[in-house]
């Protein structure tokens, strides 16, 4: 693992901050990084979505800005992030309809396609039709693949004990967890998993009682990890497999007051922690000052995080581009350097 120290960003509200730690940019509407991820790498899977995302199962909301965080923003449809439901099927309308046999709807979706593609002939420009002729396919070809994907009760109960699946604290993130590993394993190229939902004491956003917050929140996430971690290298796939984890700003080193102290967001200095694919592991990297409120010494930008993840995915961020509005743009926009001290 490599802990960088001294990341920091431009917003110390969350709406903004997710966008720029999601997006590169602090206002809504640009593709997210598992949308860059998709468009320049593809997929390694016809019958899963490149990129899928995951957010709080026990009814506390998902990330403020919603949707837009993993949205493909001006880039083609097909590159957003499929959500996974958190609480029944995880995909709406997966399976067909009892009365309707395989090759009924096989050529449902054929004569669909026809009318489409018609359409785009007339309206070659249109990136949203074409992006929706794509999601129909792909749909149709998810019916196998995805509840065998998602279904967990595959797993042997040493890989349940591993992720914490008996552990009642952390059984909702240790699903997730299990989930990614296997849609990784099945070529789904970028998941995304959300801890916390929406409001200040339902996410890791301790204005009160931070220490009971914060450890309420680790208590759900920490075994999973560490399970997550230990199956990809026993599997092999770690050394393939970036892991990435962290949130869109610190806090304050300063309490807020009340019965149970807490403390607000600082945008100077928070960490971010990487592992897995290409990291050159028990490196710390940066520093703040001697009490924490900001980063001092080799600081990170989310630009430079964000060059780092690509290039640490074979990708040269200032070579991935794509033009829109008479401007090409990219994911660090005229910034970011990649960090090499984390390079193995």
Known sequence: MAFLYSCWTDSNNH????????????????PCLGSWVSYGLGTETQNLPAFVVMYDTLG????????????????PGMYQGTALKPQGAAIDNLSRSPEMTDSQQRDQIDLLAKLNRRNLEQHPDEAELAARIESFELAYRMQMAAPEALDI???TPAVHKLYGLDNSKC??????????????????????????GMENQLSWDGHNDI????????LETDIPIAGLLADLEARGLLESTLVIWGGEFGRLPVAQKSAK????????????????????????YGRTDEIGHKA???RVS???????ILHLLGIDHKRLTYRFNGRDFRLTDVAGFVIQDILA
């Open 211 to 218: 220490a009971g917050n914060h450890g309420g929140f680790a």
């Open 60 to 75: 506390r909301g998902i990330p403020k800005g919603h949707s837009q965080n993993w949205g493909a923003g001006f880039l």
């Open 261 to 284: 102290p807490g403390r607000d967001h600082n945008p100077h200095a928070f960490t971010v922690w990487m592992a897995g694919a290409g990291i050159k592991g028990g490196t710390l």
């Open 171 to 196: 059984t909702h993130f240790a699903k997730q967890c299990l989930i990614a590993r296997r849609l990784v394993e099945r070529g789904v190229r970028f998941v995304q998993i959300y801890s916390g």
């Open 15 to 30: 709406s903004p901050a997710l966008f720029k730690i999601n997006t590169g940019m602090t206002r809504m509407g640009f």
């Open 302 to 308: 989310v630009n430079d995080l964000h060059a780092t």
């Open 296 to 298: 001092v010494v080799d």
């Open 153 to 155: 009760t595959r797993e």
